[in-house]
């Protein structure tokens, strides 16, 4: 199975601070990380890959160059191979432009390293919390997705996702080539062993520039060609007040409150 995984570089943070006049992030004095998401997709490609070990998992990241610092982590837990999309063309943008470069990039590296067989996202980065890059590299490349997946198994010449549903969680069949997005699972993550960190640390990253991407249309790129524009973002006021139910025991307070939202015709 060749597999490639996105990841994300994020602050340390799920408290993001934001520049009142800007709109941007305020990174100064907060450490980056590999977002905890593109951890859990890391560890899904490692759990198919200890099954057959002839699989490979090449990880793909755009941000700046220090983003290779997720790269290098992301090749001490479980990847082979890491490319860096970077450059100032690709500067701010937005989900849209941000999924067709990754898809762009995918296409470029699967011209010396073949065809992948599964790309794997997170299901959302902790910084700008979309959602959106997953499912948007899946229709850039044709590519049927699974989203909110726990973890896959490939079985039966078909990939098998146990994905999380509202009531628990169900498995999907899925055709390769397909994307999948993955959220917190009910295991924790490998760590990186001494040996493989010894070996991230003296990797060579390759980086993509614009100009390694013969293929991209330059107008399908950047802050000046995203059709998502940020004017203002905000953490919510927190809310005080509100009402505490507190009966005898759990039952007679659910019926308490189906009560009161049935007098205010809520329900
Ligand atoms: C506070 C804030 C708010 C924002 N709001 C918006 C908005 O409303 N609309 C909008 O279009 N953009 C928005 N952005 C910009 C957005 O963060 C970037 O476009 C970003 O590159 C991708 O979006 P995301 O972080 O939401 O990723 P998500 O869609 O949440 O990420 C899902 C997965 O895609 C992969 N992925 C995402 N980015 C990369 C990457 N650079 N390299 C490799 N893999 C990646 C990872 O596997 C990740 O887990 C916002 C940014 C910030 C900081």
Do not use: W
Not at 125 to 152: K, N, R
Not at 200 to 225: C, M, Q, R, T
Not at 226 to 231: A, C, F
């Amino acid at each position: 199975m060749k597999m490639l995984v996105c990841v994300k570089q994020v602050p340390d943070t799920t408290e993001i601070k934001i520049d009142p006049v800007k709109n941007t992030l305020i990174r100064e004095g907060v450490p980056s990380i590999l977002n905890p998401f593109d951890g859990y997709a890391l560890e899904a490609a490692a759990r198919i890959k200890d099954k057959d070990p002839e699989s490979t998992i090449t990880v793909l990241c755009m941000g700046p160059e220090q983003a290779k610092t997720a790269l290098k982590e992301s090749l001490a837990i479980a990847g082979d191979k890491a490319y860096l999309v970077s450059g100032r063309e690709f500067g701010g943008s937005d989900t849209l432009c941000t999924s067709y470069i990754l898809a762009e990039a995918i296409k470029e590296i699967e011209k010396t390293e073949g065809k992948f067989d599964i790309i794997l996202c997170g299901k959302q980065a902790i910084d700008g919390d979309t959602a959106q890059v997953g499912p948007e590299i899946a229709e850039h490349l044709g590519y049927p997705q699974v989203t909110y997946g726990l973890e896959a198994f490939a079985e039966d010449g078909i990939i098998k996702v146990k994905k999380e549903t509202e009531d628990g969680a169900m498995i999907i069949g899925i055709q390769t080539p397909c994307v999948l997005t993955f959220t917190k699972p009910s295991f924790d993550p490998r760590y990186p062993t001494i040996k493989r960190k010894m070996a991230a640390n003296k990797a060579n990253i390759p980086v993509l520039g614009f100009s390694d991407l013969p293929d991209i249309d330059p107008e399908k790129i950047g802050l000046k060609h995203s059709p998502t524009h940020v004017k203002k973002t905000f953490v919510p006021q927190k809310k005080t007040g509100g009402i505490k139910i507190q009966e005898e025991s759990a039952e007679e307070s659910a019926k308490k409150l189906f009560s009161m939202l049935s007098d205010a015709h809520v329900i």
